[in-house]
């Protein structure tokens, strides 16, 4: 296969995932769908990434998601 869709294979997947990341933290539904309103928060996110709380911020999300992946697991798990 083509180098090109290869490439363009695993950008759409990404892109699918992280869609559904927006979608399973309920993001979609609690802004009632509105595109502005989540983009507006993701370039929050995005500043703040940006500032001098970036590791701070990172730390915590990623241990809240980590969390989170985990109880869904178990939650799934018969």
């Given at each position: 296969m083509r180098d090109w869709r290869v490439k363009r294979r695993e950008r759409t997947r990404q892109l699918i995932e992280l869609g559904g990341l927006v979608v399973k933290a309920g993001l979609v539904d609690l802004t009632d769908d509105d595109r502005a309103?989540?983009?507006?928060?993701?370039?929050?996110?995005?500043?703040?990434?940006?500032?001098?709380?970036?590791?701070?911020?990172?730390?915590?999300?990623?241990?809240?998601?980590?969390?989170?992946f985990e109880a869904e697991k178990e939650a799934s798990t018969p």
């Open positions: 309103a989540l983009y507006g928060a993701l370039l929050t996110v995005a500043d703040r990434l940006r500032g001098e709380e970036r590791s701070n911020a990172l730390a915590i999300w990623q241990r809240k998601g980590k969390r989170a």
